[in-house]
């Protein structure tokens, strides 16, 4: 078996990325570490650099179709990685998935209409919302012991016949749950007494440390298939979201044409030869590095869990159940929310995502993205305790 370095530090600066040479302007400072956007500082693995390379060898990128083998790739990815059974004929695509939210959002919407989120979550799933003329409803989670449930009783409370769409993140970003079946089966049950479709962004279902797993939310019945639209992608897996390639799975044909129809109308189905053959490459080859990934992830975690539990014992932090995003809870600390991004800035020098912008609810929280080096995770701890221990 293959075993992918992911200890090797690479320097991204002036990659244009917009993790780091970004600093400046999103944090006022450069020479901090930076382990806020979602994505990761890891190599994308051989497979997919040499199909790339591949490709690169005609001198030619003219307007490209995604051929038989990308959807096969798909199919097979799907069938062995999460026993879900899906046809080429279910699969279409996106360039990104959160513009599949926003097409989703045109295709079964319409001004004025309600979508409902559930807060604290990745932001696009709101601004989406807001800054297209629907009106928000927001089902926030409840937190018990920083364990994160959906709020059922709430939820039916809050739908009346404008809310036409829930956004569900499985797993779920920032509070990293992998939703379990029972409470997939209860969203379900709601959503299709009321008629409301479930738009269910899975972009991080590789993303899953054991012994959890991910359940595709359309996946768990003939009803959950009949009112979802699934968004996925290896963008995050491994490590390609500049290549802004992701896909859209329905099976219900309906949904599916007038997703389709969306899409044709902004003239965004045409893609990236790139992202086709990078996704190839990832679902056809990517299993092992994906194992691989997931065990380095889960030792970063259990080194994180170990050091906060040591020496942190402030910060309340639940191990997630998938991604490689830590939600930290720093609500001991007393801080404002701008006085907590001040503190990791200029004090300890980490750049975080402060959990504010994920919603009200996620105030006097932070996110931080564990997808880097160990040694590096280690000197962000050694900083993050150097810093609160001048508290
Ligand atoms: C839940 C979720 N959806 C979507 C995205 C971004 O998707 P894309 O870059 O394909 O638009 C992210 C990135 O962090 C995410 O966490």
Redesign the pocket.
């Known amino acids: 078996m293959k075993n992918y370095n992911f200890d090797k530090i690479l320097n991204r600066r002036g990659t244009n990325s917009v993790k780091y040479d970004l600093l400046k302007e999103r944090f006022g400072k450069e020479d901090i570490m930076s382990m806020w956007v979602?994505d990761m500082d890891f190599a994308c693995p051989d497979f997919i650099t040499q199909a790339i390379s591949k490709r690169l060898q005609h001198p030619i990128f003219g307007y490209s179709i995604r051929p038989e083998s990308f959807f096969k790739s798909v199919v097979n990815w799907m069938k062995e990685r999460h026993q879900w059974d899906v046809k080429t004929s279910e699969i279409s695509f996106s360039p990104?998935?959160?513009?599949g939210l926003f097409l989703a959002l045109k295709a079964f919407s319409k001004p004025g209409d309600k979508i409902i989120v559930q807060q604290p979550v990745?932001f696009?799933f709101f601004t989406t919302v807001s800054e297209n003329d629907r009106q928000l409803v927001s089902n926030n989670l409840i937190e018990k012991d920083d364990y994160y449930t959906m709020d059922f009783e709430n939820l039916e409370k809050q739908i009346d016949e404008k809310c036409k769409m829930i956004f569900v993140?499985n797993p779920h970003?920032p509070v990293g749950r992998a939703w379990k079946k029972d409470e997939l089966h209860k969203l379900v049950d709601i959503c299709k007494r009321h008629n409301v479709l479930i738009i269910s962004?899975e972009?991080?279902s590789d993303l899953i440390l054991k012994p959890n797993k991910h359940i595709p939310l359309a996946s768990i019945s003939d009803d959950a298939a009949a009112i979802t639209l699934t968004l996925m992608?290896a963008?995050?897996t491994f490590n390609i979201?500049g290549l802004s390639t992701?896909i859209v799975i329905s099976k219900n044909p309906i949904l599916l044409k007038k997703y389709n129809e969306a899409m044709d109308a902004t003239h965004l189905m045409q893609g990236n030869i790139f992202g086709t053959v990078a996704t190839e490459a990832a679902y056809t080859h990517g299993a092992k590095f994906v194992d691989n990934l997931m065990s380095y992830i889960s030792e970063n975690i259990d080194y994180v869990e170990e050091f906060i539990f040591k020496n942190l014992p402030k910060i309340e932090f639940k191990r997630p159940e998938a991604t490689y995003l830590l939600w930290l809870n720093m609500k001991a600390y007393n801080l404002s929310d701008k006085k907590l991004m001040d503190f990791f800035v200029n004090e300890a020098g980490i750049a975080v995502n402060s959990g504010k912008t994920f919603g009200s609810s996620g105030s006097r929280y932070v996110r931080l993205n564990a997808a880097l080096p160990k040694s590096e995770l280690i000197m962000s701890m050694n900083k993050l305790k150097a810093a609160i221990d001048k508290i």
């Open positions: 979602a990104g998935v959160v513009p990745y696009p993140s970003n962004d972009i991080h992608a963008s995050k979201a992701s």
